[in-house]
């Protein structure tokens, strides 16, 4: 595996301080979420790092690079999309604090103008227009807004310790149950594709799921954009893999 694989240029969030505190469930929800946002930064790094590096001339590539990026905006748009429609409301009424999550809520508006030029870019561009530099251009105008937040977002659920733990799992457990409802032809490899096994030693399972789950990914819902998949930075069994193009 090379030194620079996509644990940069945008920084993932480490768990360690709080991910083996059992003593309440804002620790596990810290933890889940940010191993969720740890997916998300996998992804952009591989985009962001592969981008300059695809070949122009082969039509086929760019087009399945597209398709890469619109899968990873689609998989953005739902995650923050069900944590504003049922997550935050549901801490909202566990903490009686009106207003708790406005400071998140704030963070997607700071992002959001330059990510939807980023996705609208990926679901416009012909292949044979496609231009790496204008990616990254494109991502480097919404990264730093939305790194943060990715990150912040952790603090606050680590917060939350001070009210019911019971009712802070249950609102999380609610939470993913929404985020399974998706397209799993064009989000579910992507997940899995970006998430890795071996972060932090090994010491988290995720996404948590029965053993024979990637190889349904694998060998049904990854089938219809397989190309797409080849820029993933893990393959669907969550184990590192070197980027497919890269410098």
């Known amino acids: 595996m090379s030194s620079q694989w996509v644990d940069k240029p945008y920084s993932l969030i480490c768990t360690d301080p709080f991910s083996k505190d059992s003593s309440h469930a804002a620790y596990y929800v810290a933890t889940q979420m940010a191993l969720a946002h740890n997916g998300i930064l996998r992804g952009l790094n591989s985009i962001y790092l592969q981008a300059t590096h695809i070949p122009r001339e082969d039509l086929d590539v760019t087009r399945d690079f597209l398709t890469y990026c619109q899968c990873w905006c689609e998989s953005m748009h739902h995650h923050h999309d069900a944590e504003e429609k049922v997550f935050f409301p549901s801490i909202e009424v566990i903490s009686d604090v009106k207003g708790i999550m406005e400071r998140n809520i704030e963070q997607h508006r700071a992002f959001t103008p330059g990510f939807d030029l980023f996705h609208e870019y990926s679901r416009t561009c012909l292949s044979e227009d496609y231009d790496g530099r204008k990616i990254r251009s494109l991502i480097e105008v919404f990264a730093e807004p939305l790194t943060r937040h990715l990150h912040d977002e952790i603090e606050t659920l680590r917060s939350l ?67 797409a998949w080849r820029f993933n930075p893990c393959t669907i069994w969550r184990d590192r893999r070197e980027l497919a193009f890269k410098a």
């Not at 001070?162 to 249950?170: A, H, K």
């Not at 996404?207 to 990854?222: D, E, T």
């Open 161 to 227: 310790d001070i009210f019911d733990s019971g009712r802070i799992r249950q609102a999380y457990q609610r939470f993913e149950k929404t985020l399974m409802v998706t397209d799993n032809y064009r989000i579910a490899p992507l997940v899995f594709g970006t998430a890795d096994r071996s972060f932090e030693g090994g010491i988290h399972d995720f996404p948590s799921v029965p053993f024979f789950v990637p190889y349904v990914i694998h060998y049904w819902f990854a089938k219809r954009h397989r190309g």
